[in-house]
């Protein structure tokens, strides 16, 4: 087995157990989704046209919830100075550990989504569209959420800094993913145009990410 | 293997910590098959000058160079850091931690059971790492030297939370790598019975008279 997919599988084994982060971001996100209703009351129509925004800001707070223990649990018990050390390059090694911690955490959300947005009362073409979406635009959160996790990660208690740096990095792909979503149900503006730029986005971040964070792992080795 | 290295060579090396001079133009010359033993007081930067070969923290001045070896790799390629910390996952069974960083690091050597075995936790193979004591976490971060082929060896306090047959198969195990022509550097406060040994005194002393 190559350094790499042992990374993954040893990264999956880790999210899957007991103290994992794979379970605690879908259970998160049920909550938001599941409150939402009650909070705004029951308008069915105002439920329907809000439904992929709630869907989406439930989805970015869950998988920023795990994301600061990504490189500081490596580096709490010494793993993460063997991992510079060796002969793996550490681009390699941050997009391998992102991708599965969207395999753990946001491929979770990306499944719940459809039984979720039933809830909110969204058409079937609305609900479609938005797991579309969210399945396009989670990895996008996960790559930019990993610089934040690498710049944080010898801060005691990291995580509110990680939320604060890293929400307005994500912005972008919350607008392009919502009017992805609500483009598909609205009709006159097309679909295809915000979907493109979000899978540009997530394609931008995938290679910006670990770049960026591999840099910024580096220099919080001094 | 005509890749063994030979001696690894730090030349006027000063290192800054927290804005004060850890290190001050310290030099030492470790030769293969013999162990160059660290000693000095708390905080006289034993572990520093351990990080600083790993490639961990950077030198203000001076360089390391090593005689041999692979010249694809750089220096901290081809070192095992043994530091205080053990690197396992309470989740993970002893084998599945062992197994990882086997497959991580490449070159392979031992199996993750001959390593066990060689430490003394064969019996133990599939217990999460959790419930393992502070000596056993100890062997068992140790063994992860013996599953990848690295010829310098860095150990920091090897023998801290082992007791004393813990310690002699440790000594040993070291003694074989040295044998075999490998290169060792350890920091300690103890005497370490090798047969041949350097040693390299750290200390306020030191600083203040360089």
Known sequence: ?222 | MSTSVKRLIGRSLSLDRGGRRVLQDLSFEAVAGSALVVTGSNGAGKSTLLRLIAGLLRAVSGEITVDGGDPELSIPQQCHYFGHMDALKPQLSVEENLGFWRAFAGTPDDTVIEALDRVGLARLATLPAAYLSAGQRRRLAFARLLVTKRPIWLLDEPTSALDAASEARLLEIVGEHLAAGGLVVAATHLALPFERMDSLRLGPSVVEAA
């Not at chain 1, 880790?14 to 939402?36: N, S």
């Not at chain 1, 996960?142 to 990660?153: E, H, N, Y």
């Open chain 1, 1 to 222: 087995m190559s350094a790499l997919s042992s990374l993954f599988v040893r990264e999956m084994k880790l999210a899957t157990r007991v103290g994992g982060g794979a379970l605690m971001g879908a259970l998160f996100f049920l909550i938001v989704v599941t409150v939402v209703p009650f909070g705004v009351g029951p308008d069915l129509n105002l439920l329907a046209r809000i439904g992929p925004a709630i869907l989406w800001i439930g989805a970015l707070l869950a998988t920023l919830l795990s994301l600061d223990r990504l490189f500081q649990a490596d580096r709490d018990d010494g793993g993460l100075d063997l991992i510079l050390m060796g002969e793996t390059p550490l681009e390699l090694v941050v997009l391998v550990k992102c991708l599965a911690h969207w395999t753990a955490t946001g491929l979770p959300l990306v499944i719940a989504s459809p039984v979720l947005a039933i809830f909110m009362n969204m058409e079937p073409v609305a609900i479609g569209a938005t797991t579309l979406t969210l399945a396009v635009g989670t990895p996008a959160l996960t790559f930019v959420g990993a610089i934040g996790a690498a710049l944080t990660v010898s801060l005691r208690r990291g995580g509110l800094l990680l939320a604060i740096l890293v929400l307005p990095l994500t912005v972008p792909v919350m607008i392009f993913g919502v009017s992805a979503a609500t483009a598909a149900v609205q009709e006159p503006v097309p679909f295809a145009t915000p979907f493109s730029i979000l899978a540009a986005l997530g394609l931008f971040s995938m290679v910006l990410g670990p770049i960026a964070g591999a840099a910024a792992l580096r220099f919080a080795g001094d």
